[in-house]
């Protein structure tokens, strides 16, 4: 009931800057939490960034002070800006969306930060 498209995936030197994507359409609660989740090869998906409806921000420790996760609730769609990036945030990323009593999740998008 929930769909979730993502953009902005790609390729970027070190160092560089990429802004995510996510908007979701469907059975909307006006109330919930949006955000970012990634998983590099041979890893476990771990999160990188979530924000709730009202505004309130969580972030790995590994892209505090990079990244910055903000939303448009009028939209509900979510952004990732991704500043200073490094190798080590190469992965797959996935938008997640949940509510009260559902979750769901995008179908992923690559970052690959490279030289």
């Known amino acids: 009931q929930v769909q979730l498209v993502e953009s902005g995936g790609g390729l970027v030197q070190p160092g560089g800057s990429l802004r995510l994507s996510c908007a979701a359409s469907?059975?909307?609660?006006?109330?919930?939490?949006m955000g970012w989740y990634r998983q590099a090869p041979g890893k476990e998906r771990e999160l990188v960034a979530v924000?709730?409806?009202?505004?309130?921000?969580t972030y790995a420790d590994s892209v505090k002070g990079r990244f910055t996760i903000s939303r448009d609730n009028a939209k509900n769609t979510v952004y990732l800006q991704m500043n200073t990036l490094k190798p080590e945030d190469t992965a797959n990323y996935y938008c997640?969306?949940?509510?009260?009593?559902?979750?769901?999740w995008g179908k992923g998008t690559l970052i690959t930060v490279s030289s």
């Open positions: 924000i709730s409806s009202a505004g309130t921000t």
């Open positions: 997640r969306y949940t509510s009260r009593v559902v979750d769901y």
């Open positions: 469907g059975s909307i609660f006006s109330i919930n939490i």
